[in-house]
Each structure stands twice: as structure tokens, then as C-alpha cells.
């Protein structure tokens, strides 16, 4: 009687497990957008509250910039006056914010013109180049890399190394000053100065961008190759490569399905790290190349003590920055099966 009352209830005691399953891709790109999104705001906000107390930490009024010499006590502050610089300091803030909020950049102290005009057209050709200079950082530094940890301690590997240990050590203006003078005052071959809008047609735009973006992408060249190669050999090393190996699977299989997508993963998220330094090297190599973008117009504005221009050009790289990051966080919780857990 026992036998048979515990064959009848044993079956039912043992519940059977539920089958796993994994979170759709649309489920897990909107879990990221939102975990980073409560990241970037409280970042976005205090970043542009530091951004606001630039006039407050440097003392600069439009008063010095109407008025010149001539700035008396009075006019200073009545100029100031004019401004709403008069006011409550947080209260100007949250007024500021409110604005920016709305694409409203203010007015520039310096010829009283919209600065979210004048920055409009400035930082498309900054990002239009910054753009190009990250493709060719990519794109040259996966090869270098891939090609490096191909094959490890070998001769390759050690030159691969060797070169981009070289050019991480070239500042994007030494190394401007040398393109143009073997490729545009040598050789002839791209122009010393200038830019031509990709409406004049994508060859004209090349021809002037080409040297630009190849001085600002020397450092991300070197840093993908780096990280390319140490990602790569350690995914080598691991159980599961080699016994995909054992099991005969084809190399090329291995490296794109298996090697490849655990391996890069350091490399995406340096990503996130680099277009910011792409953004304060176009200071330097717009003066170089004569252009005028968004870092030139960022100097300009910081020499004549603009301060709502200088305001201006932190907010849209703020906001450039955070959005750059939130593609590459949805990029990495895609392509890296590692990323997705927990979700």
C-alpha cells in the first residue's frame, strides 16, 4: 500500500522545470536604452550646471566684449541687466536649461547671432570629418589587429605592435604638419586647406577630408589594433574555441561566429572613449587645415571670451558624447552574448 501510494505521488511532487528563454532583441535594446538613460541624465544635468558656472568661476561679462575699455560700473550693469545677469543664479540656470532643452542655444555675446545657428553648420563638418577619421580608425585598426593575433610572437605580430606603438605616440597636429607637407605640398595629391560640403558631391568631399580625418584617426588606429589583438588571442585561449576546433569546424566559421563576436567587445566599448578625443582634436587639425568647424569655432569663442558660444559648444558635446555612448551600449548588448545576461 505504501509502494503504491508513493509511485502515485512522486510523479506529481516533481514539477518539471521551465524552459529558459531568452529576452527578445527588442526587449533587451529597451531594457539598455533605459538602464543607460538613468545613467545620462543625472550626467547630462551636472554636466551642464558645470557647463552653466563657467561665467561664475571666469567673471567674464558681455559688458568687457559691447563695451570695451569704456565699461564703466554703470553700463556694466546695465548691460548685464539687458542679459538677465542680474538674476538669482539658479534661477538663470533652470531658465537656461529650459531653453537648451528646447534646441535653444542662447545668443552669443560676441555679434549677438543664435548659437545653435552658427554651431549648426560648424558641427556637421567637424562630425562629417570625425565620422570619417573613426572609419578609417576602425577599419585599419580591425585589419592591423586581426592580422596581429593571427599570428602571435611572430614577426608580423612584433611590427604590427611596433607601428602602433609609433603613431600612439604622434600628437594629431605633428602628424597634420607632416601630411601636408608630403601629400598636399610634395605630392599634390589633396589640398593643403579647406572643405568642400558633401552637397558638392562625395568626391569633392573626400579630396578635402581625406587628410584631416587621417590625422585624427592615427590614435584610434592604434588603440582598436591593440585591443583587437589582446581580445582575440585570449578568445583563442578559451575551452570553447578549442573545442570547436576538435569538433572540425571551419576557420573561418570559428573566427566570425565564435572568436570575433566574444573578442571585440573591449574594442566597441573603447569606441565610447574615443569620440570624445576625436572631438577635442578637431581644435587642433581645423587650424591646420584651415577649416572652419565646430573646434575652431570653440577656440575662437574661448579667445574672445564668449561665454554663451563656449556654453554652447559644451552642450552639444555632451550631448554627442552621451548619445555616441548609448549606441555603443545597445551595440555591445547585441553583439556580445556575455552583455545580455541578467536581463
Known amino acids: 500500500m505504501v509502494i503504491e501510494l508513493h509511485s502515485a505521488v512522486a510523479p506529481s511532487a516533481v ?25 545620462f541624465v543625472p550626467v547630462f544635468v551636472i554636466a551642464t550646471f558645470i557647463t552653466f558656472s563657467l561665467r561664475q568661476i571666469s567673471g567674464l561679462s558681455p559688458a568687457y566684449l559691447q563695451a570695451g575699455d569704456n565699461a564703466t560700473p554703470e553700463l556694466v550693469a546695465q548691460i548685464e541687466r539687458e542679459w538677465g545677469l542680474d538674476r538669482p543664479f539658479l534661477l538663470q540656470y533652470f531658465d537656461w ?8 542655444l542662447g545668443e552669443s555675446w560676441y555679434n549677438g547671432f543664435s548659437i545653435s545657428e552658427l554651431l549648426f553648420d560648424r558641427a556637421l563638418i567637424s562630425l562629417s570629418i570625425a565620422g570619417l577619421a573613426l572609419l578609417i580608425g576602425v577599419t585599419v585598426g580591425l585589419l592591423l589587429g586581426v592580422l596581429a593575433a593571427a599570428r602571435p ?7 604590427i605592435t611596433a607601428f602602433s606603438t609609433l603613431i600612439s605616440t604622434m600628437p594629431p597636429f605633428i ?3 607632416l601630411l601636408v607637407s608630403i601629400f598636399a605640398v610634395g605630392l599634390g595629391w589633396f589640398p593643403a586647406a579647406g572643405y568642400a560640403p558633401v552637397a558638392q558631391g562625395i568626391g569633392p568631399w573626400l579630396w578635402y577630408a581625406t587628410l584631416p580625418a587621417l ?31 576538435v569538433r572540425g569546424l571551419g576557420t573561418r566559421r570559428i573566427f566570425f561566429v565564435h572568436a570575433l563576436r566574444n573578442g571585440i567587445g573591449p574594442t566597441v566599448a573603447l569606441l565610447g572613449l574615443k569620440f570624445p578625443a576625436l572631438l577635442g582634436g ?5 587650424t591646420i587645415f584651415g577649416i572652419s568647424g565646430y573646434g575652431r569655432f570653440a577656440a575662437d569663442s574661448a579667445q ?7 556654453q554652447g559648444v559644451l552642450v552639444v ?10 549606441v555603443v551600449n545597445i551595440i555591445l548588448n547585441r553583439i556580445i552574448p556575455a552583455a545580455t545576461r541578467g536581463l
Do not use: C, H, M, W
Not at 590614435?219 to 589594433?225: H, K
Not at 558635446?317 to 548609448?326: D, G, K, P, Q, T
Open 15 to 39: 514539477s518539471p522545470r521551465a524552459p529558459f528563454r531568452r529576452p527578445s532583441v527588442a526587449k533587451r535594446v529597451a531594457v539598455t536604452i533605459l538602464r543607460s538613460v538613468g545613467i
Open 97 to 104: 536649461l529650459g531653453a537648451v532643452l528646447r534646441g535653444d
Open 153 to 159: 610572437t611572430s614577426l608580423l605580430d612584433r611590427a
Open 175 to 177: 602628424v597634420g604638419v
Open 215 to 245: 590625422a585624427l584617426s592615427v590614435d584610434t588606429v592604434a588603440e582598436v589594433a591593440r585591443q583587437t589583438r589582446v581580445g582575440l588571442v585570449d578568445v583563442y585561449r578559451q575551452n570553447y574555441i578549442v573545442g570547436a576546433q
Open 282 to 286: 578637431a581644435v587642433v587639425t581645423e
Open 304 to 310: 574672445r571670451g564668449d561665454v554663451p558660444a563656449v
Open 317 to 326: 558635446s555632451i550631448v554627442l558624447v552621451v548619445a555616441f555612448n548609448l
